[in-house]
């Protein structure tokens, strides 16, 4: 063969090839357009930012074909109803706080925290290494959804007060704004907890529908107005030494979508995961200087509440534990780690902290 023959014909063999491998090139990247409700208000741009993190490197990754439209809370559905729309593909996933649906199975808390759980790193670490991701959502598969971990506000602060809480009976009969399973605990020791969205919060305590309410942390806190309506400011948020946030998604919507559009969103979550932490460990700082500047009282809880709380969260452990396998399952497999966890954080991270911590107040 001439050798313009030989090109001729590679050239060909090229074009061939293309033509068989082009449609399969197109199916596997088609165009995907999905909705994901979120719980939370856009004004809170930490927080509903993640989704936005997420959905934005979803279309990078797959060049915009796979494009996920965010919405905030009350657009679709009410904040507390994210689940639900999921579950019954209203959308195809949501931005939510699992422990938003204890009311449906308490086990949903054990997604996000349990008063006197883990932290922030150790909640990670047990999704990520341990077995809490596979038992969730072994659990989550009842509902129809699959949990991918989707950011963590760190410790969070106490809530804040009208008045001075200085023992257990200053609690007593407080209506007050809180989350998930803290509020049973709370209502173990006098306090009519009531689960409001975050966008909804400073309304009521304006308006005094409740006394007392708990978010997240100085930043959310300050950009809500909380500061405005309650001056005591209580730490720390012994319910909450974390809050991971997730992404559900739909499991058959899912299911459907191409292997690399799958991982795409896996890895879109893990940075939204990330980048949550970091966006508040980075803008508490000042914005707990400012709450202060603006007539905030700082207080710590004393240990009477600290005890009692930590007394009474066992025993509900123990109670549900008793009737709810699921829970007990997975609360358990948490707790396992829990223990040597912090026998390592006192030896290297808490030293560490706390020397510092030590030597800036010495200046
Ligand atoms: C809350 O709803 O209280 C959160 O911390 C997200």
């Not at 033509?19 to 357009?33: D, F, G, L, T, W």
């Not at 907890?193 to 300050?222: C, F, H, R, S």
């Amino acid at each position: 063969m001439k050798r313009r023959d030989f090109l001729t014909a590679a050239g060909a063999g090229v074009a061939a090839s293309a033509a068989v491998a082009m449609p399969a090139i197109a199916q596997s990247s088609p165009e995907v357009k999905w909705r994901c409700t979120s719980s939370f208000p856009k004004s809170l741009d930490t927080i509903f930012g993640a989704g936005e993190l997420m959905a934005r490197s979803v279309a990078e990754i797959t060049d915009g074909k796979f494009q996920i439209q965010m919405f905030a809370a009350g657009e679709i559905v009410p904040g507390l109803q994210a689940l639900d729309a999921t579950q019954n593909k209203t959308v195809e996933m949501c931005h939510s706080a699992s422990y938003y649906y204890v009311g449906k199975d308490p086990t949903f808390a054990l997604g996000t925290a349990v008063p006197f759980g883990l932290n922030t790193r150790m909640m990670n670490a047990w999704f990520q290494f341990g077995s809490g991701l596979t038992l969730l959502n072994e659990f989550y598969k009842k509902y129809g959804v699959v949990m991918l971990p989707g950011g963590n506000t760190g410790g969070q602060m106490g809530g804040w007060f009208r008045k001075e809480i200085k023992s257990v009976a200053d609690l007593k009969g407080l209506k007050m704004r809180i989350a998930g399973m803290g509020g049973q605990v709370l209502a173990r020791l006098g306090v009519v907890p009531q689960q409001l969205a975050g966008g909804d919060i400073y309304p009521a305590l304006e308006k005094g529908t409740i006394d007392a309410a708990e978010w997240v942390g100085p930043y959310d806190d300050e950009k809500l107005g909380l500061y405005k309506v309650a001056q005591y400011y209580y730490f720390p948020g012994w319910w909450e030494g974390c809050a991971a946030l997730n992404f559900f998604v739909n499991d058959e919507k899912l299911a459907e979508l191409p292997k690399a559009y799958r991982a795409a969103l896996v890895t879109a979550a893990a940075r939204a995961n990330e980048s949550m932490l970091a966006s508040y460990d980075y803008k508490n700082p000042p914005a707990i200087e400012n709450l202060v500047k603006a007539g905030t009282q700082l207080r710590r809880y004393p240990d009477d509440v600290m005890d009692a709380a930590y007394k009474e969260s066992s025993a509900l452990y123990e109670e549900i534990g008793a009737k709810n396998p699921d829970f007990k399952k997975i609360y358990e497999d948490m707790k396992a780690y829990r223990g040597p966890a912090y026998q390592w954080w006192q030896i290297a991270e808490y030293t560490y902290d706390n020397f510092m911590i030590r030597a800036r107040s010495r200046g």
